[in-house]
């Protein structure tokens, strides 16, 4: 008689008899990562040739210098410190959010970890201004440029070259301010101003006496903008960084000369200059916002006539024209 087998049969005779399960599999010991600090400091690689030469004295604070699986935060010096790199030869990056507007960081290939005594990792960045000169910033616009109502005529300037001094070691602010000029004025005058001035930026602050033309007085139809626009082209034509400001407001206090309609006018006209300034690819420095946030019901505390900051007034400019400079691109604005 035949005997079939059943499927429960089949497969024990398929895997045998043994019930014991095989053991665990070892798990190798990691070898040991060894780690080993690495101090540098973060230059301005004026020449882009990837060596700190003599002259090229500006240190980068607040980037981030990335090797491997660690990174390190430079200081007001520049320096920074990664303090428990894995040993190797890697390549050292900076984080592009970390850099100021238009900076580019460098790289440093095949970095020695453990450093031989004394090792300084010098890491690059650069700034695309072509034959511009390093540090010099042009402030370009009407009277409030030229510093009009302020102790000694300096304006926002001798703030701001201050602050940059005290930032970077290094900053000239130039005068290129024509009083009583309109946005039009500007437009034609500029290149002429690049060419002699030659500077890495250019701030451009215009339209405050566009309020005066009455073809300008509809916003929609106003060309303020637009030469604003024409001004960000022609700086960037000539790789200098441009920076456009919003229009700071009038005094509220001076209602005979039509403040509040002139106001009105200033916040129309500042709406269109953020999204033109990103379009263009120009950094943007909100001085109307800044205004506002230092004085706001008070802003004739900020003046000394009906269109021109004091003192204070001016500070402001300077505190916001450095913000929108230095801050990482990388920052919440």
């Avoid at 004295?57 to 894995?86: E, H, I, N, Q, Y």
């Avoid at 002429?192 to 030659?198: D, G, P």
């Avoid at 800044?290 to 300077?318: I, K, R, T």
Wanted: glycine fraction near 12%.
């Amino acid at each position: 008689m035949r005997r079939w087998l059943t499927p429960t049969a089949l497969f024990v005779i398929a895997c045998g008899h043994s019930t014991t399960a095989p053991g665990p599999v070892p798990t190798p010991t990691p070898r040991p990562v060894n780690r080993y600090p690495i101090a540098g400091v973060v230059y301005y690689d004026e020449n882009a040739n990837g060596v700190p030469d003599d002259g090229e004295r500006v240190r980068m604070p607040g980037v981030k210098v990335v090797m491997g699986d660690r990174m390190g935060l430079s200081g007001g010096d520049g320096g920074f410190v990664l303090t428990d790199a894995a040993q190797g030869t890697p390549t050292a990056t900076a984080q592009a959010d970390s850099l100021p507007p238009f900076f580019a960081g460098g790289s440093v290939v095949g970095v020695p970890v453990p450093p031989p005594a004394g090792f300084l990792l010098a890491f690059p960045v650069t700034l695309p201004i072509g034959a511009n000169r390093p540090y010099v910033y042009m402030a370009f616009g009407d009277s409030i440029t030229v510093g009009d109502g302020s102790r000694g005529g300096r304006g926002y300037r001798s703030e701001l070259a201050a602050l940059l001094r005290g930032y970077w070691d290094a900053g000239e602010v130039a005068n290129e301010g024509v009083t009583g000029t309109q946005t039009s004025l500007g437009a034609e005058r500029i290149g002429a101003s690049l060419a002699q001035v030659r500077p890495a930026y250019t701030l451009i602050h215009y339209g405050t006496n566009d309020w005066n033309s009455s073809s300008c007085r509809y916003v929609p139809s106003c060309s303020s903008v637009s030469n604003l626009q024409s001004m960000i082209g022609l700086a960037r034509s000539v790789s200098s960084v441009p920076v456009v400001g919003t229009i700071i407001p009038a005094n509220p206090a001076y209602v005979d000369r039509g403040a509040y309609e002139r106001n009105a006018w200033i916040v129309g006209i500042n709406e269109r200059i953020p999204p033109m300034a990103r379009e263009q690819g120009a950094i943007l420095a909100d001085l109307h916002a800044a205004f506002m946030a230092e004085a706001g019901d008070h802003l004739e505390s900020l003046f000394s006539d009906y269109v021109h900051p004091n003192d204070h007034g001016y500070q402001v400019m300077a505190q916001e024209f450095f913000r929108a400079i230095t801050t990482p691109r990388g920052t919440a604005r």
